[in-house]
């Protein structure tokens, strides 16, 4: 049997009942789920696409990943061949499962983040690989590792990683053959720090060797329900995960495929929702501040990592007793335990009367 840790939000359950309790209702900014409404354009092009009785390609199709190749030279100044992309069953299950598909071994390392999606862990586990947090790579000595986990912006902290920074990372892991995998998903969310993808040639300088991107559809285009997401990199790489990924039957489902197509040559959609987060961002910080909380990085990204000194499970009480829900620090690392995580993925009227009661 797998040693994983028990799920997470199952903890959190007594705290989501105390809010619920509240009169006004629960406001819920734990998970992060998006609440507005799926893009016309995807709904269209699922519609169109309703009628796909044969088998999906593991592949993709050549219109998604020319429509993924597009969006991240035209949003990210990334070059890269639609023939390095490949679609996924959302992120999570690649995070979850790129260990054992690029071959880990166990009782090799996994690095990622001190403070870290939890799914980084739990996909070293997966493989029988033992899961590394931390935030510097030189304690590792000269021990070689064959994957290392970025993330930028960070989820839970919504800290940036400058491009100066992630050049440093991509040196150190090819002096030692280890892979780096980049989890981009709140790349289109920079609020006062401008994210940068590790295939940009300021950080890869040209070359994208040993180094593979993960995007994700959810946020951008409230595509949760959907599930998809894409990743994209060395082209040895992604061919060791399509033949493995085909093996498995791991494939996005037409019709979805043909509406990812159709979000990723959209921008107005996504900028509109941008402009949505960036509203409730500018009502909800302020209000935590004035209430006792002080917010740390969170400068890009759905998220305030927020303290006010006390344990962050006292933190989640006190916002459960006004009816507001968040995800404790400690679910993203032991750096975290004074920390809590805040979403601004509610409605507008909810994050209204969140500000309204933290007054």
């Known amino acids: 049997m797998l040693a994983l840790p028990d799920f997470p939000w199952d903890r959190l359950v007594p705290y989501q009942d105390l809010a619920r309790a509240h009169p006004g209702g629960i406001v819920d900014l734990s998970v992060g789920t998006p609440v507005d409404p799926v893009p016309p354009v995807a709904r269209e092009a699922l519609a169109a696409a309703a009628d796909s009785p044969g088998y ?4 993709g199709t050549p219109r998604l990943r020319e429509a993924a190749a597009g969006w991240l030279r035209r949003r990210h100044g990334v070059t890269i061949d639609p023939a390095d992309v490949l679609p996924t069953i959302g992120s999570k299950e690649l995070v979850a499962w790129l260990p054992t598909l690029l071959g880990v071994r ?8 001190e403070l870290a999606y939890p799914t980084y862990d739990v996909g070293a586990r997966l493989a029988g690989a033992e899961p590394y947090a931390t935030d510097g790579l030189l304690s590792l000595g000269p021990e070689r590792v064959p994957l290392v986990w970025v993330n930028s912006p960070s989820n839970p902290t919504g800290r940036v990683l400058p491009a100066e920074h992630l050049r440093k990372v991509v040196a150190w892991a090819r002096e030692r053959g280890a892979i780096v995998a980049s989890d981009e998903c709140y790349i289109e969310l920079g609020w006062e720090a401008h994210p940068v993808s590790v295939l940009h040639p300021d950080v890869c300088e040209g070359s994208h060797e040993n180094l593979l991107a993960v995007h994700s559809l959810s946020k951008r285009s409230n595509f949760a329900g959907y599930r998809a997401g894409f990743v994209a990199g060395d082209p040895r790489l992604v061919r060791r995960l399509l033949e493995v990924r085909k093996h498995a039957g791991m494939m996005m489902p037409a019709p979805v495929q043909a509406a990812t197509a159709a979000v990723l040559d959209d921008d107005a959609h996504a900028d509109e929702q941008r402009e949505r987060y960036a509203r409730r961002r500018a009502v909800l910080r302020p209000a935590l501040e004035r209430a006792g909380w002080r917010i740390e990085h969170s400068t890009a990204g759905l998220y305030l990592w927020a303290t006010n000194g006390t344990g962050c499970w006292d933190q989640v009480r006190a ?16 750096a975290g335990r004074e920390h809590v995580r805040i979403a601004i993925t509610a409605t507008d009227e909810r994050v209204d009367a969140a500000v309204s009661r933290l007054q």
Do not use: S
Request: negative net charge; glycine residues 14%; hydrophobic residues 45%.
């Open 106 to 113: 166990p009782g090799e390392r996994v690095v990622f983040p």
């Open 56 to 59: 999906p390609l593991t592949y």
């Open 319 to 334: 916002l459960a007793e006004l009816g507001i829900l968040v995800a404790p620090g400690e679910f993203y690392g032991e």
